[in-house]
């Protein structure tokens, strides 16, 4: 597990563990649910709650949770051999990511993928502040020019706006290729984008209605074969 900044700490990982074991009966439920390997998951919390956790270190905490956490580490720079791994996947990341940073990303995924490989997203476009602001839209950041943004926009919750097409540009730039993009169930009416189109800012009007609508998507690739 790898993280740009160091975010966990003994105390939160703890306090992660004791909520697993708080809402074990929930869980268990919910995995059955979805059919799920819920005694798998039964095993390894009855295993974690036979040891004496507390007092540990972060290194022990890790270690007995069967978690190697690396960080601070670049996310362009991944600790894998070349063409040593079958899948790399991610959700709702590559949306909180910069433009270059995703660039660099993407050639270390062809390097580490094997020629078999897949690499698979889950991306949500959609403004994010809409989630909590019901006053504003999920394309209400496209007003904004590049400057503005960069004013206004989080460091800690960062967007960065590309829309689906700039995104399976970027993969495909990349030397992959795109084996299938799946729009999500997130869309907004394109009676709405419409009216909204006045309003965004000419970077993005190059866009068609039914593209703009789109507010979370999935795509899946392989690398090009030489």
């Known amino acids: 597990m790898l993280d740009q900044k160091r975010y966990i700490t003994d105390k939160l990982l703890l306090s992660t563990i004791s909520d697993l074991f708080a809402f074990e009966e929930r869980i268990l439920s919910d995995l059955q649910k979805r059919k799920l390997p819920w005694a798998e998951f039964q095993r390894n919390l009855t295993s974690l709650r036979s040891k004496n956790l507390m007092g540990l270190k972060m290194d022990s905490l890790l270690?007995?949770?069967?978690?190697?956490?690396v960080a601070p580490y670049k996310a362009n720079l991944f600790p894998l051999a070349d063409s040593s791994i079958d899948l790399l996947y991610s959700h709702q990341v590559m949306e909180h990511i910069s433009e270059s940073q995703i660039k660099l990303i993407y050639q270390e995924a062809f390097r580490i993928l094997r020629k078999t490989g897949l690499m698979f997203h889950i991306i949500d476009v959609e403004d994010h502040?809409?989630?909590?602001?019901k006053t504003i839209t999920g394309l209400n950041f496209l007003k904004y020019n590049d400057f503005e943004w960069k004013l206004i926009n989080s460091p800690i919750a960062y967007q960065n706006r590309l829309r689906t097409q700039e995104h399976v540009n970027l993969i495909k730039d990349s030397s992959f290729e795109i084996r299938n993009l799946i729009p999500g169930k997130k869309k907004m009416q394109l009676e709405e984008v419409q009216g909204l189109l006045p309003?965004?800012?000419?970077r993005f009007t190059q866009y068609s209605i039914d593209e703009l609508a789109i507010l979370n998507?999935?795509?899946l690739a392989c690398p090009l074969k030489n």
């Open 129 to 133: 502040w809409s989630y909590s602001d």
């Open 199 to 202: 309003y965004f800012n000419e």
């Open 63 to 69: 270690n007995t949770v069967g978690l190697n956490y």
């Open 217 to 219: 998507f999935s795509v």
